[in-house]
């Protein structure tokens, strides 16, 4: 179980620096539906970067509270679908 909330949480912790690193590189584009979709899945994908404002700063702290969302969902969930697994089986 460790295991897989070790791994959700570096997921997490990646997710707002890849998103970062795409706006990055698309921040010279016009707004249009292919951006508004691009950012509804960030912050679908990436609740914190809704949240976290200067003084904080958008890189660390949001990739840090994002891993931890990620860590707390797979810990909650992790151990409902080992079960239902388990029912499952019979």
Same mark, same amino acid.
């Given at each position: 179980?460790?295991?897989?909330?070790?791994?959700?949480?570096? =997921?997490?912790?990646?997710?707002?620096?890849?998103?970062?690193?795409?706006?990055? =590189?698309?921040?010279?584009?016009?707004?249009?539906?292919?951006?508004?979709?691009?950012?509804? =899945?960030?912050?679908?994908?990436?609740?914190?970067?809704?949240?976290?404002?200067?003084?904080?700063?958008?890189?660390?702290?949001?990739?840090?509270?994002?891993?931890?969302?990620?860590?707390?969902?797979?810990?909650?969930?992790?151990?409902?679908?080992?079960?239902?697994?388990?029912?499952?089986?019979?």
């Amino acid at each position: 179980m460790k295991r897989a909330i070790t791994i959700a949480a570096v =997921i997490g912790f990646l997710v707002p620096i890849l998103w970062g690193t795409v706006a990055l =590189i698309g921040s010279g584009t016009r707004e249009s539906p292919a951006t508004d979709f691009f950012w509804s =899945i960030v912050y679908i994908t990436c609740p914190p970067w809704l949240i976290t404002q200067p003084p904080f700063g958008y890189g660390p702290v949001t990739a840090v509270i994002n891993a931890a969302l990620y860590g707390t969902i797979a810990s909650i969930f992790y151990p409902l679908v080992k079960r239902l697994r388990r029912v499952l089986r019979g």
